[in-house]
C-alpha cells in the first residue's frame, strides 16, 4: 500500500479502514490499496500459513476488494483511493491463475504491482533461513557461505534467476507498478550486484520502454546510468520525428495544399446550401438566381465544386499514405541496418531480439502515421475549425456567441455528474458485492441453513441487499434524468432564441441553417483535433525507441581499421593470456590466461573440452563478436583489431551445428 508518488509504503497494520484513515492523516490526496494474490497451491503456502488453504485465501481477497471499494466509496470525498493487487510469480501456472483473477473482478481491480516473491519454488521474503536455503538450491551443496562483496557461483546464479523471473513476469502481464526491484536483496542488503549489472540494466531498460513505475526496492533513477534514460527534451524529440519527413517535403506539402482545398470546398456547403434555401423560401422567380444564372447552371456549378473537393481529397489521401509507406520503408530499413551491425551482447543485454523486431514493426508504422495520416488529420481540423468558427461569426456574431456560452456550464454539469456517476457506480458494484458475498454464504453452506430453518432469515438479508442495489440504482437514474433533462432544455433554449432571431428577422432561416451545420463541423473538428495530439505523443514515445537504436554506436564498429587482405596478412594465430567473461555474466569468466597457437597455413586443428569449457568461445573471439577482457589475439603477429571487422570476418567461413544459411551462401 502506498501514496501515488511512492512516497510512503507500507505494510498494513490493524483494519483496512485504519490505514486508510492514517493515509488521510498524513495528507494524501491518492492512496494505493492493495492485496497480495493468492497462491493456488498447497505446496506454495508460506511456513506461517499451515492452517489456511488455497481456498482461503482466495476468499480473503475477494473480501478485501470488497472492503476496499466500500472504503473507496465512503472516504470519495476526502481521498481517492486505488485498489489493486501484487503478483507473485512461482510457475507459468500462477499467472494463467492472476488473469482469470483479473478478469473475474474486471475493473474492480484498478492497478497491479507486479512483484516476484519466490526463486526455484522457494520464498526468500520469510526469514533468513529460508533466504538462504533459497540460494543453496542453486548450489551443487547445501553447504554455500554467504559473501556480499564476493558473491559466490550459487548467489549469482540465484539473482540471474531472480531477474530473468522479473522480466518474464513484466513481459507476460505489464503490470502498472514494479514492486520490490531488488527483493532477492533483502538480507543481504549490501549483496553486490556487479555479477548481474547486465541484466539489471537490461530489466531497467524495459520499464522505460514500457512506462511502469518501480516501487518499494532501489531508487530507480539512481540505478539507471545516463545514457538510458528517457530523453526530457520532448521539444528535440519532435524535432527529430519531423527531420524524418523532410525527404517527402514536396509530396507532403502538395498533399497539404490539397487538403487546404478540399477543406474549403466541405466548409462552402453550409453557406451555400443555406443562400440557396433563402433564395427558394422567399418566393423568388425560379428562372434566375442573385447571381444571374439559371438554377440548373448553379447545380452544375456545384457538382463541379464537389467534384473538384473528392478529386484533391483523394490526391491528398494518396500522397499522404504513399509517403507514410515511404517514411516507414525508410525507418524500417535503417532500423534493421542499425540492429545488424549492434555488438552481440546488445541481444543479450536488452529485452532479446523480440524487442528489436517490435521496434521494426510497431513503433516504425507510429511513427510514420504520425508524420502523414494524424498529422493530416489535425491539420484538416484545425482548418476545419477555424473556417468554420470565422463563418459562425460572420453569420451572426451574437447567436455565436449564445452557442459558445453554453458550452462551460455544460462542461461543468458533465464533469459534476461524471463524478457523481463514478461514486454511485462504485456504491452500486459494493452493493453487488455485498449481495453475492450474502447468496454465496448461504448456498455454501445450504445445509446448514436448512438444518437450522434459517431460509426466511436469510431471505430477509438477500432481500434488503436486493433493496440497497434497486436504491442506488433509482439514485442513478434520477441523476440521469437531471443531467440528460438538463443539457437538453439548455439545447432547446438556444433553439428558442435561435427561433427568436428568426422570427424577428435578426437572421435567415438560410443562415440559421448553415449556423448549425458548422456547429457540428466545428464540434467534430475539435475532437478529432484531441486525438490528434494524442496520437502525437503515442508517436513521440514509438520514436523514442526508434532513435535510441539508430542512435547507437556499436562498440566494435565493423568499418573502423586497416582492411585485412587474407593473401598478404594471414600466417600464425595466436591467443596470449586470454581472459573473458560474456556480458551477460561478467563475473564467471570462462577463459581465464588461456593461450593458444595455430602455426602456419592449411593446417587443420580441433578444439576438444567439456561442455562449458569454452570452445564457443574462442569462436566468438576469433570473429571479434566480442573482445576479451584482458590479453590479446594475434594473426601474423598483429592484433586483430586492428583489422577492420568486415574484411576480417570476409576472410574466415563457418558452418554452425544449427545452419541458418544454405552451402552457397557459406561458401561465396
Known sequence: ????????????????????????????????????????????????????????????????????????????????????????????NDLDQLEILIARHGDRIEYVVGSVHHCNGIPIDFDKPTFERAVASFADSSAIEIDDSNPGQAQIAFLNEYLDAQLRLMQRISPEVIGHFDLCRLYTPNLSFE???????????????????????????????????????????????????????????????????????????????????????????????????????????????????????????????????????????????????QDIEFLERSAGPGDVVSRLNADTYIVGDSLTGNLSDGVRAIVTASIGLSLMFYLSPTLTALMLAIVPPVSLGAFAYGRYLKRLSNRTQEGLGDMTKVANEALSAVRTVQAFTAAPREEARFAAKVEHVQDLAIKEARAAAMFFGATGWSGNVVVLGLLAYVSRGQISVGDLTSLLMYTAYVGGSLSMLSSFFSSLMKGLGASERVFQLLGRKPEIRGDSGTVFDIARDYGNIEFKNVSFAYPSRPGAEILRGFSMKIEGKGDSVAIVGKSGSGKSSVQSLLFRFYDPHSGKILVNGKEIHNYSVESWRSAIAIVPQVGVVSLSENLI
Open 1 to 92: 500500500m502506498g501514496g501515488v508518488r511512492m512516497s510512503y509504503i507500507t505494510h498494513a497494520a490493524g483494519s483496512l479502514e485504519d490505514v486508510v484513515k492514517a493515509a488521510i492523516d498524513r495528507g494524501f490526496d491518492v492512496f494505493g490499496l492493495t492485496e497480495h494474490v493468492p497462491r493456488y497451491r498447497t505446496e506454495d503456502l508460506y511456513p506461517e500459513e499451515v492452517e489456511i488453504t488455497p481456498s482461503d485465501l482466495l476468499r480473503t481477497f475477494d473480501e478485501f476488494i470488497l472492503e476496499a471499494h466500500r472504503l473507496k466509496a465512503l472516504y470519495s470525498t476526502q481521498i481517492t483511493l486505488l485498489v489493486g493487487l501484487e503478483t507473485d510469480y512461482i510457475t507459468d
Open 195 to 341: 555479477s548481474v549489472w547486465q541484466k539489471v540494466e537490461r530489466n531497467i531498460q524495459f520499464l522505460s520502454f514500457t512506462s511502469h513505475r518501480p516501487a518499494a526496492g532501489v531508487a530507480i533513477s539512481k540505478l539507471v546510468p545516463a545514457p538510458l534514460r528517457a530523453d526530457p527534451n520532448q521539444a528535440a524529440n519532435l524535432r527529430q520525428l519531423f527531420a524524418l519527413a523532410k525527404p517527402e517535403k514536396t509530396t507532403l506539402l502538395t498533399a497539404f495544399g490539397l487538403l487546404l482545398i478540399s477543406s474549403s470546398v466541405t466548409m462552402s456547403v453550409p453557406l451555400t446550401f443555406g443562400k440557396l434555401i433563402d433564395f427558394f423560401s422567399h418566393g423568388a422567380q425560379p428562372g434566375t438566381l442573385p447571381i444571374s444564372v439559371t438554377p440548373a447552371t448553379a447545380g452544375v456549378v456545384l457538382l463541379a465544386l464537389f467534384t473538384l473537393g473528392a478529386a484533391a481529397n483523394a490526391g491528398r489521401v494518396i500522397l499522404m499514405r504513399s509517403a507514410s509507406a515511404r517514411i516507414v520503408a525508410r525507418l524500417r530499413k535503417a532500423t534493421y541496418s542499425s540492429a545488424l551491425r
